[in-house]
């Protein structure tokens, strides 16, 4: 069972799976199980949901103007996050879904509805990178789906300004431009900070200096590899005891697979001409 946008390429139409803690419901895939799928993703809410909040319009490489519908892993990671920081009880998560399976668009999905959120009052979001590639790529990404109230932050004094200030907007920023962060900055709990690539430097001085800055906010990372080492531990940085697993929502590489959402790699064993 397959669903796509209004004229996407057959090839890029998506399966839906029915999201169950009974591991061979999720993995079945009998004509029986069609009727499953179909009739969680025509539930009325579910579909109303996907119109209002899991739907964007952007633009590809040639500039021609495409819809944008989410695929389930999205749609799932996304509702998690939006609901923790409703629960406001537990204060990260760590979502751990395969390369190339789309966490750039599940932030923009859930940036937009957390803005949109009422019990919320408008929070602020940070989407966090720690490469300037990375946040070129997903501040292109965030503008090619027309998001509102977005700020590409330029210098580390623009973010100590704007976090002083309480801004309530979409703030993509470098985790570099935290280094002169103080105690405090803001200390409201309607921030809402998601690191992308969240492996790498968030666990560092900079890391602590954006912590101390924003005490009360939330903290979720997003990534295809992490790490469980002593000096670097993406579980202890970003998951939450209470998670089975240590993460909030995980698409695994075996998953993504499957639902052609990545290519398989091949590796070629070669003989190195070293004498």
Request: hydrophobic fraction near 40%; charged fraction near 25%.
């Amino acid at each position: 069972f397959y669903y796509g946008s209004v004229r996407c390429p057959l090839q890029l139409w998506a399966p839906w799976r029915v999201q169950s803690k009974d591991e061979e419901l999720v993995q079945a895939l009998g004509l029986k199980e069609i009727g499953k799928e179909l009739n969680e993703i025509l539930n009325p809410k579910v579909l109303l949901e996907i119109l209002q909040n899991f739907c964007l319009f952007s633009s590809d490489k040639k500039k021609k103007r495409i819809k944008i519908v989410s695929r389930y892993q999205q749609y799932d990671g996304a509702n998690k996050i939006v609901d923790r920081v409703v629960d406001g009880t537990i204060k990260q998560g760590l979502i751990w879904h395969f390369q190339g399976s789309g966490k750039s668009i599940l932030m923009v999905f859930a940036a937009q509805k957390l803005r949109h959120h009422p019990q919320l009052k408008s929070p602020t979001i940070i989407i966090l990178v720690d490469r300037i590639d990375l946040d070129t790529q997903l501040t292109g990404t965030f503008n090619a789906a027309d998001v509102s109230n977005l700020v590409a932050v330029d210098s580390i004094r623009e973010l100590n300004d704007l976090l002083e200030k309480g801004t309530r907007k979409i703030l993509i920023t470098t985790i570099h431009k935290f280094k002169d962060a103080t105690e405090n900055m803001n200390t409201r709990s309607n921030i809402i900070v998601m690191a992308d690539e969240a492996h790498r430097t968030q666990e560092g001085d900079l890391g602590r200096n954006m912590r101390a800055a924003l005490p009360n906010a939330f903290y979720f990372g997003l990534t295809g590899t992490p790490i469980n080492k002593l000096d670097k531990n993406t579980f202890f940085a970003f998951g939450s005891n209470h998670d089975e697993g240590g993460y909030l929502s995980r698409y695994t590489f075996q998953e993504s697979i499957r639902d052609n959402a990545t290519l398989p790699l091949h590796f070629e064993p070669r003989l190195v001409d070293v004498h």
